[in-house]
């Protein structure tokens, strides 16, 4: 028979067992959701002068590029970007790429493509943990520490002989993601085109708990082990805190049955802009990518930026 002590210990003991073992489970969660594949994948090949795109080979307008290097705003880290240098203008965008993605993807050199084409010169790169660029730790947060390469972006493009009032930001999912987060830390980001960014990194995490199906009893101890036990600032920062930037001007681009980023996130944002006074346009497109949209609707995009920049 249990005395009243040994009961109660043997109660300490499993209770001390179920917490260890849910943050052991959302320890290994963590880990697995915010995992980053550095390097390109099966993009290595790609360039600003051609792309494979599925079974095609594709090139572009630009003859000539240069591979550059610089810090981003985070301590030890090292960007790696191409630099495209159009002939006659003095406008210039900057390109940054999404979760688990580089600047080798496909559909952002087509998009740059795009650009050239329209006059702008062209700045891509590698956010850290990313394609060449420093990994510094191998975890995405969401853009809650990405935005500083953006930032870090728009004083690359400056030291290039761009004017702050010259550059504007293209961004795609969680690169869109760091791009608004950038702009409430930097009053000289005044344009942005957002595609297919999610809108708020509770609401994205919650999703991805329930792609992976993960219970979400396990997610707040994810973000607790993220943000306490690994310092880890992953879903701190939101992108729908818009009326803490200088915007002017933004671009809303999203597929309407998008497969990895549901079209809501935007509906969300748009709802924000409209709080915040901000102008905003917005092109739906009927389909169901995420990434490689600029392929199908290449002529939209084109029809769409030439009309609102």
Known sequence: MFNKRSLL?????????????????CTLIFFKLAAVDAGHGDHQTNSPLAISWGTHSLMGPIKTYESIQFPSQLPDVMLHGWFMKHPTSNKSVIITHGYNSSKHEPALIKTAWLFFNQGYSVLMYDLHNHGSSTVLNGRTALGSQEYHDVIAAKQACIKLGFSSENI?????SMGAVSTLIAAQYDEDIKT???QASFSDPDIIMKEEFQRENIPLFLYHGSVFIANHLF???IGKYTPLNLDQTKLSKLLIIHSNRDDRVGFHHSQLLVKHANQAGIQ??????????HVDTIFEYHHDFKVFLNTYL
């Open 280 to 289: 905003y346009h917005t092109l739906v497109l009927n389909g169901s990518e």
């Open 168 to 172: 504007i930001y293209y961004g795609l």
């Open 9 to 25: 210990k043997l109660l300490l003991d499993l209770s001390i067992i179920t917490v260890l073992s849910y943050l052991t489970i």
């Open 231 to 233: 310092r880890f600032p």
């Open 192 to 194: 942005v085109i957002s």
